[in-house]
Nanobody, 115 residues
Framework: QVQLVESGGGLVQPGGSLRLSCVAS????????MNWYRQAPGKQRELVAA???????NYVDSVKGRFTISRDNAKRTVYLQMNSLKPEDTAGYYC?????????WGQGTQVTVSS
């Protein structure tokens, strides 16, 4: 059984930081591309950051320079370090494991940026 379990969300003031974690089980983690998506109320889900099996990373323009995705294959964990958070970063954040036709999602963790 595949599970992706996110943690680390919460309420933070603008300019603050959070680190999201996603622990995977039931998959051979090192070969998957790991992604973080987010979805705000009334908006489509968008890909925020991705890290491939070889460690290459990619970010949506709105978070470049503020967010960092990383992975620890030994711990089967992917991280999203979020700095300089803005109110528009408020959303549910979802971990995704992708390998061709195999695609899995976590249950999400809420990030709210507000003063």
């Amino acid at each position: 059984q595949v599970q992706l379990v996110e943690s680390g969300g919460g309420l933070v003031q603008p300019g603050g930081s959070l680190r999201l974690s996603c622990v995977a089980s039931g998959i051979f983690f090192p070969i998957y591309t790991m992604n973080w998506y987010r979805q705000a109320p009334g908006k489509q889900r968008e890909l925020v950051a991705a890290v491939t099996r070889d460690g290459s990373t990619n970010y949506v323009d709105s978070v470049k320079g503020r967010f960092t995705i990383s992975r620890d294959n030994a711990k089967r964990t992917v991280y999203l370090q979020m700095n300089s958070l803005k109110p528009e970063d408020t959303a549910g954040y979802y971990c995704n494991a992708d390998l061709s036709r195999q695609n899995y999602w976590g249950q999400g963790t809420q990030v709210t940026v507000s003063s």
